[in-house]
């Protein structure tokens, strides 16, 4: 019996000309994970076998770690790098970013 896949893929700035910036997740019909990262600089990947509960339980907590330090760091880009832009709406930067 084969097991349940995942196959999710996305631009993490779509409209956006100047940004290949993606990630690719996965889990294959052999239990196998990978989330990728990729930016125009390089990319990361998490990899673990879920056939094993061990990596099972390590695969959910780098997850886990991963949504905690990048919510951490929207957290601190917005309390310090957005001073100057507090009265703009966050979709008229976009427009401004084109």
């Known amino acids: 019996m084969s097991k349940p896949t995942y196959n999710k893929k996305s631009f993490l700035l779509p409209d956006s ?7 690719h997740a996965k889990v294959m019909e052999d239990g196998i994970m990978k989330l990728t990262i990729h930016d125009c ?25 991963l949504l905690k330090g990048i919510s951490e760091l929207q957290d601190f880009i917005y309390q310090n790098f957005t001073n ?11 427009e401004l970013e084109r």
Do not use: C, W
Not at 17 to 23: D, I
């Open 17 to 23: 000309p100047r940004s290949m910036a993606s990630y």
């Open 41 to 65: 600089k390089g990319s990361i990947q998490l990899h673990n076998n879920l056939n094993n509960p061990g990596e099972v339980y390590e695969a959910y907590h780098k997850l886990e770690a």
């Open 84 to 94: 100057d832009i507090n009265t703009r709406n966050f979709s008229q930067l976009q």
